[in-house]
């Protein structure tokens, strides 16, 4: 049972983040599209803002890979209620960093020098998402 626990929090883990981040761009790339009507001159802050959110989906990755070296049998439990937090975590990082970033998009677009500020505060909602993965490799 703790192996199919294992296994369930490595899936969790690295399936949640991926589903954040791709929300996550999507919403941001949603309005670069809108953006891009209006103003496509300034296309490239768009796609650095849209590929923001893209970091938490390696965060997953990247606590995935070092949690396949772990024993599945004796770890189970563990590993599957921290692929919980950290897959949960950096899901809902994603989406609320594409939501600030998608702002921002909008902002740059009507002709409002918010790239900078944008980037600062979808820095914000990653930090969580950094703390998961800490935590998940210091476990």
């Known amino acids: 049972m703790e192996t199919i626990l294992g296994y369930i929090g490595l899936a969790l883990m690295l399936g949640l983040a991926g589903i954040?981040?791709?929300?996550?761009?999507?919403?941001?790339?949603?309005?670069?599209?809108?953006?891009?009507?209006?103003?496509?001159?300034?296309?490239?802050?768009?796609?650095?803002?849209?590929?923001m959110p893209a970091t938490q989906?390696?965060?997953?990755?990247?606590?995935f890979i070092m949690w396949l070296s772990k024993d599945f049998a004796a770890d189970g439990f563990s590993l599957f209620a921290i692929g919980a937090a950290v897959g949960a975590v950096c899901l809902f990082s994603a989406i609320r960093q594409g939501q600030v970033c998608a702002n921002g998009i909008v902002g740059i677009s009507q002709g409002h020098n918010v790239q900078t500020n944008t980037m600062i505060y979808a820095a914000m909602p990653e930090l969580y998402a950094i703390l998961a993965l800490i935590g998940a490799l210091m476990a």
């Open 20 to 51: 954040g981040s791709a929300i996550g761009t999507t919403i941001a790339g949603n309005a670069a599209e809108g953006a891009l009507k209006k103003a496509p001159e300034k296309s490239s802050s768009y796609m650095i803002l849209v590929g």
């Open 57 to 63: 989906g390696l965060y997953g990755f990247v606590a």
